[in-house]
Every structure is written in C-alpha cells, then in structure tokens.
C-alpha cells in the first residue's frame, strides 16, 4: 500500500507507524504522548505534536509577536528582528537539529513556536520592568517570560480555555530559557526531558547570538571588530559561517546520545560572544537605551494605572472597581499582569498616549 492509498482516517496511524519506524531511540513518538490535561479524541489526519503546532500557529499570541521588541524598539528599519522573526530563525535552526538527529519534528517545531509567547513589550527590559512595578503591590511575585508562555497556552488562550496541549510541548517551553547562563549549565533552571525540547534550547541560543550580533552591527552598536577575536576564529566571520559551526559541533556531539548538547571549544567560543552581548549590548549603554528606558516607565505607569482603574483593561467590563478591590492583591495584580504582558510595543504605546497625554499634545 502507498501513501496515496491510505484512507484519511488512518492518516495519523500511518504517520505514527512512520514515526517509529524511522526515528532514533530517543525521540519521542507522537502516539506515545504522556498526553493532554484535558483528554480528546485524536485527530484523523494529524498527529498529537501536529495538532499542538497548529493551535500555536494560529493563537493570538503568536499573531502578536511580530510587534514585540527583540533588540530594538519597534524599529522603523525593515530589517531588524521582531520576536515573531527570531521565532521561525530558532525554529529553522532547531528543526535542522531534530531532522539529522532523527528526533521528531513536529514536537520540535511546536516548542519553538511556543516559547517565546509570554515575553513583554520592549523584550527583557519589558520583563524586568514589569516584575518590578509587580512587586510593588506584591512583594513576594516574580514574572518570568517563559512561565508566562506556559501560562498563555494553559489558561489565558481561546478565552480562557487555553490551548489544552500536550505534557511534552509544554514541558519543553518551560525548559528553554537560559538567561545568562552558560549552554550547559543546568542549576537552578528547569531542563526539558526530551530531546526535542534540548534542540530548542540550544537553538534558541545558537539564532539570538548571531541575529542579535547581525542586528546591532548593522545599527553601528558594535563592530564585528570589537567581539572576542579569539571566539570567532573558531565559529566564524560570518553569520551564516557561525551558525553552521555551532550547529555541525551540536550535530557532531550529539548524534547517537541521549542527550543534545554543544561542546569543546565551539562551546567555549559560544559562551564568550553570549557573555560578550551580555556585557555590552542587553545591559550597557547602547544606541536604543534611551528609548528603552522610555518603554520600561510606560510600562510602569500603565500598570498602575490598570491597578487603579481595572475597568480600563475590561474589555467587556467586568471588572468594576468596588468589584476589584474584592479581589485578593495577587489575583488583582496577576489580571493586570497578563494583560500588561501581552501588549505589544506599539499597542501600549498607544495605550500610555490615550491615558496620559492630552488631545492636544498627541501628534
């Protein structure tokens, strides 16, 4: 029997045979999924994984990362990265990981997709900000982007039903962040169990690295001059030349393990341009912190201003001040949370104009 003669509601059963007879001992098989929170049945034509992909592709969220701020904010240059844009750079990279590693694709490109939903306006300035205008109301909160991607897929999707998928997509979005630290470095993060999820998280490091670079060196925020001369006589002078190095070394150290890693001096040479940018392109003065300075104090001030005033964020309005100052101070301060967090730059903006500025000052 071919593939044309398959009926379309064994599909998904051909596929999954496909998948176990074809990938590596390691990978993780669509129809061995720990599964859903909610139970459902199983699509005719599409795996699990496929199923998880396609809710992602067309969430909210991810319709509003190409206005949210990688490097620089809301650039008037067409050719500068969004979110959205480093999204598919790490799931490209990612996926070429998984594919000549044997591992599986669909579960790879759907973390991917999805680990980025929860970040701010204005990128990791944005988070910062807003866990600190957070603990002004309570003390004891935090905010991380990708505890906040996993709540979006859990609870605040399709109108609060979430997007109900499976144990290992979201596994692997909780387990892609890195902050500063090294690749490699595991305490005090959480590391996802499969391997697809470790495609995504060294992916994800591997595309901002060299897109970041890519970006600030055509903005005249760095020289390729000025980065670690040494780092780059192993990876490359070149953006495409780096990440092909980056990902032969991963290919290389991990094909036939159980694990998916970077190592050696591809490794070491990694971990000194990310501590590199770390040094002075995300935490010193550069060309955009003014502006990024601006967006952290609207961010800031809209929160409490929506703290003050729930009803301005009501769409609907439910939320009625006497109502909401009934409401316990870490259930307020979330509402606020979750709908500050998904605003893109420009919406708040927007926003920070309409409720601050008169007629007369706005342009």
């Known amino acids: 029997m071919t593939v044309v003669d398959i009926p379309l509601s064994q599909f998904r059963e051909y596929t999954e045979a496909l998948e176990d007879s074809t990938l590596s001992p390691y990978a993780v098989r669509s129809s061995q999924t720990r599964g859903r929170a909610n139970p459902e049945e199983p699509d005719p034509v599409r795996t699990a994984f496929q199923r998880d992909r396609d809710r992602i592709l067309h969430s909210k969220a991810f319709r509003r990362l190409k206005h949210k701020t990688q490097v620089f904010i809301d650039p008037e240059e067409d050719h500068y990265r969004t979110r959205l844009t480093h999204t598919l750079e790490v799931a490209q990279i990612a996926r070429t990981l998984a594919r000549a590693l044997r591992l599986n694709e669909d579960l790879t490109e759907a973390i991917t997709l999805a680990h ?13 900000a807003l866990e600190e ?10 905010f991380h982007h990708y505890e906040q ?3 979006i897929v859990d609870v605040l999707e399709r ?44 992916a994800d490091r591997i595309a901002y690295i060299n897109h970041d670079i890519d970006d600030t060196a055509s903005a005249g925020v760095l020289n390729i001059d000025d980065l670690p001369q040494d780092a780059l006589d192993i990876v490359g002078r070149s953006h495409s030349k780096r990440i092909a190095t980056m990902v032969m070394n991963v290919l290389e150290s991990s094909i036939g393990q159980p694990e998916v890693r970077m190592t050696g001096a591809v490794l070491d040479a990694t971990n000194a341009l990310k501590d590199y940018m770390y040094a002075n392109v995300y935490t ?13 104090a609207m961010l800031k001030e809209m929160f409490r201003l929506y703290m003050g005033q729930p009803n301005l964020f009501s769409e609907d309005g439910e939320f009625k001040l006497g109502e909401f100052a009934d409401v316990p101070m870490p259930d307020r301060a979330r509402a606020v949370t979750d709908f500050v967090a998904g605003m893109t730059d420009r919406y708040l903006a927007m926003k920070f104009k309409q409720h601050f500025m008169t007629t007369a000052w706005a342009p």
């Open 116 to 128: 980025d939903l929860g970040h701010t306006p204005f990128g990791h300035g944005g988070e910062h």
């Open 133 to 142: 205008v957070l603990k002004e109301y309570v003390p004891e909160a935090h």
């Open 149 to 151: 991607s996993l709540r």
């Open 159 to 202: 109108g609060g039903r979430g997007l109900n998928l499976t144990w290992e997509v979201r596994d692997g979005i909780l387990g892609h962040s890195k902050g500063s630290a090294d690749l490699g470095i595991v305490s005090g993060t959480h590391m996802p169990e499969s391997l697809e999820g470790m495609c995504v998280r060294i």
């Open 284 to 296: 010193l003065e550069t060309r955009g912190k003014l502006e990024l300075q601006k967006g952290q």
